[in-house]
């Protein structure tokens, strides 16, 4: 459903994303982890069209993202890690806005921004101004404008920032339910036990570049180990083994 190849973007002399190649099956979970720094939220913000890649391409579903923009991206759902809102708008003037940025409008929208609203717990919110949105509230704005459209495929940075418990569980359902639909979702996230938990196959970037790939059992083959659990490989593929050494002396 998502397919990088060669995926290069670079800033001035360093190179965030190091000719990347990644295929992303249709109907699943999966999960893009990295430490600070890795490449992972340049990478998936080419793959939403907002950054151009210096080299290589994306592919949704079949269109590639800057020969195809339009196709590619009516396909496709992004929640940023850093998202900017219209804060002078409604929460439904937002939703409606960004379904007619897909061409879609009308009584069937209107039916589908109530709801999201209604998932949320935000339909009572949502003739009121964004401005006047809880960080937690603006975050499940942002996920609902993401899905307003139907897409096939979400990419997804950082989804947990801002959500209570009860919302985040819900977030964890509503993507199972996505990819048991057949939708595709592509999840950056430093929760490993989320990732864990959700994630039907994972990804490990490490200075732009793809270090393992594969089920947790073949991510522990990667890390050479029969049993370990995701944090432990993840700190073996980045190298960051040293630090949780330290941690435990620290600890005692």
Not at 32 to 41: D, I, M, S, V
């Amino acid at each position: 459903m998502i397919r990088l190849e060669g995926l290069t973007k670079t800033y001035g002399s360093f190179t965030a994303v190091d000719g990347i190649d990644l295929d992303v099956p249709k109907g699943g979970l999966f999960g893009l982890l990295g430490p600070n720094g890795a490449g992972k939220t340049s990478s998936l913000r080419m793959i939403a069209g907002i950054l151009r890649p210096d080299a290589g391409r994306v592919l949704v579903d079949g269109f590639d993202i800057v020969e195809d923009p339009y196709r590619a991206k009516a396909r496709l759902g992004y929640i940023p890690d850093r998202p900017f809102v219209y804060e002078k708008l409604t929460g439904r003037e937002l939703l409606r806005f960004c379904a007619a940025l897909y061409g879609q409008e009308g009584e069937e929208i209107e039916e589908r921004i109530l709801e999201l609203l209604q998932l949320w717990d935000l339909d009572r919110w949502g003739d009121e101004l964004v401005e006047t949105y809880s960080h937690g509230m603006r975050q499940k704005l942002i996920i609902s404008s993401a899905l307003v459209h139907r897409p096939r495929a979400l990419v997804i940075d950082e989804p947990m920032v801002g959500l209570d418990p009860k919302a985040a569980k819900l977030l964890k359902d509503l993507l199972r339910a996505f990819a048991d639909s057949g939708g595709t979702a592509l999840i950056s996230t430093h929760t490993l036990e989320f990732a864990e938990a959700l994630c039907d196959r994972l990804a490990v970037i490490n200075e732009g570049r793809i270090v393992a790939y594969g089920t947790m059992d073949e991510l522990r083959a990667s890390a050479e180990s029969d049993d370990r659990g995701l944090e432990e490989i993840f700190l073996r593929l980045t190298g960051g083994e040293s630090q949780a050494e330290l941690l435990r002396v620290l600890a005692g």
